[in-house]
């Protein structure tokens, strides 16, 4: 069985093109690949997304309403934290693996960059992370602090 990406679209000519109608393997995950404890790689998983964001000053209360908007879009959204020159949004993301969750997270500020009215900033940071070492690091007391109070604040 080949696994496939909902929505992804065939590769156009080339060497590698295949016939009309077959879809492109997934290419990340092997079948029959297994993670720790033993859980198949294509089931989802939770990860934990800090995408950072910056560029040039922007009035501070349209940074806020813009932040604010993408939370009400995206209620997933845990925490985000601006200033008038950066911010930083915190979530978790449900993905197959870090790959597709980093691509998610990447696409996140430029696909929403005009239906929320957000500042033309750069990416200029991201981490992600699984579930299991986002908790480890925070029992050992050097990760980040839990998205308390959760939403949109100042820095």
């Known amino acids: 069985m080949r696994r496939v990406r909902p929505g992804t679209a065939a590769s156009r000519g080339g060497a590698g093109s295949r016939a009309a109608g077959e879809e492109r393997a ?3 995950v092997a079948t029959g690949d297994t993670v720790r404890g033993g859980e198949p790689v294509d089931l989802p998983r939770l990860w934990h997304v800090t995408l950072s964001v910056s560029g040039e000053q922007a ?5 806020r309403r813009a932040l604010e908007q993408l939370a009400h879009d995206h209620p997933f959204l845990l925490t985000s934290r601006y200033a008038d020159d950066h911010a930083e949004i915190r979530y978790w993301e449900e993905a197959r693996d870090l790959h ?11 696909e929403h960059r005009q239906t929320a009215g957000l500042p033309p900033w750069e990416i200029v940071g991201l981490e992600v992370i699984d ?16 998205a308390s109070p959760v939403g949109v604040h100042p820095f």
């Open 131 to 146: 579930r299991a070492t986002y908790h480890q690091r925070i029992a050992e007391g050097y990760g980040p602090p839990p």
């Open 100 to 110: 597709d969750a980093a691509a998610v997270a990447l696409r996140l500020w430029g």
């Open 59 to 63: 009035p501070i209360k349209e940074v």
């Open 26 to 28: 997934l290419t990340s």
